[in-house]
T-cell receptor
Framework: GAVVSQHPSWVICKSGTSVKIECRSLDFQATTMFWYRQFPKQSLMLMATSNEGSKATYEQGVEKDKFLINHASLTLSTLTVTSAHPEDSSFYIC?????????FGPGTRLTVT | SQQGEEDPQALSIQEGENATMNCSYKTSINNLQWYRQNSGRGLVHLILIRSNEREKHSGRLRVTLDTSKKSSSLLITASRAADTASYFCATDRRAGGTSYGKLTFGQGTILTVHP
């Protein structure tokens, strides 16, 4: 099946710094990718839709200036958490749709200290 | 966004037993999907059932969908210790027959299968 990778798999950063997370579709092109966030022992919540060549669309309550999304190519979307705070610590997962299925990346564990 | 409800929140069984998890949702759907997540890992797609289907099988998995009650169930037969994971249902908001849409996830069921 199709493969989606994420990098890094985990990251620890200090409060106030920015962190970039990459999501790549390895063997297919994805004009659309989705970013989800999962807090410990909770479900996944959709944050935003990443659109190749255009602006991302954000779900209600998600700050677009804090979570910058860039979908510069058909195989890469990046999520940058700017001025990270401890409450941003979470598991971030991307997905890319293909006909009949969505493929999820392995996730990135972000810890802000 | 609306979140579906799943029950039970946690399920503990012995190897060989069957495990049944239920999911309810609130809006009209195009399809409903079940995913598995091992602790701290990504999601694995298990099965997709379309809104015009009532039951679907895949190996030891059986999924039912009742659109009149806005509910679905996932049955895992003859469970194994390796089935221990969290299981989520997800509904696809986008119209059409394929899974291209934004997914709304249920709260999940934590399944523990004891050897």
């Amino acid at each position: 099946g199709a493969v989606v990778s994420q990098h890094p798999s985990w990251v620890i950063c200090k409060s106030g710094t920015s962190v970039k997370i990459e999501c790549r579709s390895l063997d297919f092109q994805a004009t659309t990718m989705f970013w989800y966030r999962q807090f410990p022992k909770q479900s996944l919540m959709l944050m935003a839709t990443s659109n190749e060549g255009s602006k991302a669309t954000y779900e209600q309550g998600v700050e677009k200036d804090k979570f910058l999304i860039n979908h510069a190519s058909l195989t890469l979307s990046t999520l940058t958490v700017t001025s990270a705070h401890p409450e941003d610590s979470s598991f971030y997962i991307c997905s890319a749709p293909q006909p009949g299925e969505q493929y999820f990346g392995p996730g990135t564990r972000l810890t802000v200290t | 966004s609306q979140q579906g409800e799943e029950d039970p929140q946690a399920l503990s069984i012995q190897e060989g037993e069957n495990a049944t998890m239920n999911c309810s949702y609130k809006t009209s759907i195009n399809n409903l999907q079940w995913y598995r997540q091992n602790s701290g890992r990504g999601l694995v797609h298990l099965i997709l059932i379309r809104s015009n289907e009532r039951e679907k099988h895949s190996g030891r998995l059986r999924v039912t969908l009742d659109t009149s009650k806005k509910s679905s169930s996932l049955l895992i037969t003859a469970s194994r210790a390796a089935d221990t994971a969290s299981y989520f249902c997800a509904t696809d908001r986008r119209a059409g027959g394929t899974s291209y849409g934004k997914l709304t996830f249920g709260q999940g069921t934590i399944l523990t299968v004891h050897p």
